[in-house]
Antibody, heavy 120, light 106 residues
C-alpha cells in the first residue's frame, strides 16, 4: 500500500524558513520508476507545482520560486524534504507531496496535505 | 513556462448530464497531460494520464482525449460524487504547470 505523509510546522513567521518532510511507504525512493514532487495550494486557489526529486537525485524547480527552494531525499529514511526560505504571507497554503510514476509522468498517489500559515 | 488554460472555470450541471471540460496548452505538449479531481478538504485524485489513459480504479464514465495543445475531459452521466473541481496538468516540460481549475456544481 502506497502512502505519503507531509509533516512540518503549522505556523511560520514572515522571513522565516519552512521545512517540510514527506515520509513515504509502499515504494522505495531508489526505484528508478518512481520519484516525488511537491505541490501547494493557497486557500481557495489552484494547485501549483513546486519541485521534484528523481531517484538519481536530479532535481527540478518551478521558475518563480527556484531561488527560495531546495529539495533533498534520504532513501534510507524514505523521506523527501522541501525547504522554502524567506516565507511571506502569500506562501500560506496547503503543501502536498505526491508520488510520480515517471514511466508515464503521472502523479498517482498524494499525501493528505499540510496547511502552513505564514503570520507574525 | 507552459501555460495551461481551462474552460470553463465554473459550470453548473445536473446528475446524468454529460460534461466536457477543455484544457489548452500555450505550446505543444504531445500527450503529456493528466487530469485530477479534487473535493473540498481533500488532496487531488488522478483520473486520466497521458491524455487518454484511465487510471486504475477510476469509473469508466471519465474519459480524456486530445493531443498537441487541445485536450478534453468528459464525464458521461454525471454522478452526485462527481461534483468537484477538476485540474489539468502538463508534464511535458518543467515547470510542470496546472490549469486554474474547473468547478462543477449542481
Amino acid at each position: 500500500q502506497v502512502t505519503l505523509k507531509e509533516s512540518g510546522p503549522v505556523l511560520v513567521k514572515p522571513t522565516g524558513t519552512l521545512t517540510l518532510t514527506c515520509t513515504v511507504s509502499g515504494f522505495s525512493l531508489s526505484d528508478v520508476r518512481m520519484s516525488v514532487s511537491w505541490i501547494r495550494q493557497p486557500p481557495g486557489k489552484a494547485l501549483e507545482w513546486l519541485a521534484h526529486v528523481f531517484s538519481d537525485d536530479e532535481k527540478l524547480f518551478t521558475t518563480s520560486l527556484k531561488s527560495r527552494l531546495t529539495v533533498s531525499k534520504d532513501t534510507s529514511k524514505s523521506q523527501v524534504v522541501l525547504t522554502m526560505t524567506n516565507m511571506d504571507p502569500v506562501d500560506t497554503a496547503t503543501y502536498y507531496c505526491a508520488r510520480v510514476n515517471i514511466v508515464s509522468y503521472k502523479f498517482d498517489y498524494w499525501g493528505q496535505g499540510a496547511l502552513v500559515t505564514v503570520s507574525s | 513556462d507552459i501555460q495551461m488554460t481551462q474552460s470553463p472555470s465554473y459550470m453548473s450541471a445536473s446528475v446524468g448530464d454529460t460534461v466536457t471540460i477543455t484544457c489548452r496548452a500555450s505550446q505543444t505538449i504531445p500527450n503529456h497531460l493528466n487530469w485530477y479531481q479534487q473535493k473540498p478538504g481533500k488532496g487531488p485524485n488522478l483520473l486520466i494520464y497521458s491524455a487518454s489513459s484511465l487510471q486504475s480504479g477510476v469509473p469508466s464514465r471519465f474519459s480524456g482525449s486530445g493531443s498537441g495543445t487541445d485536450f478534453t475531459l468528459t464525464i458521461s452521466g454525471l454522478q452526485p460524487e462527481d461534483f468537484a473541481t477538476y485540474y489539468c496538468h502538463q508534464t511535458y516540460r518543467a515547470p510542470w504547470t496546472f490549469g486554474q481549475g474547473t468547478k462543477v456544481e449542481i
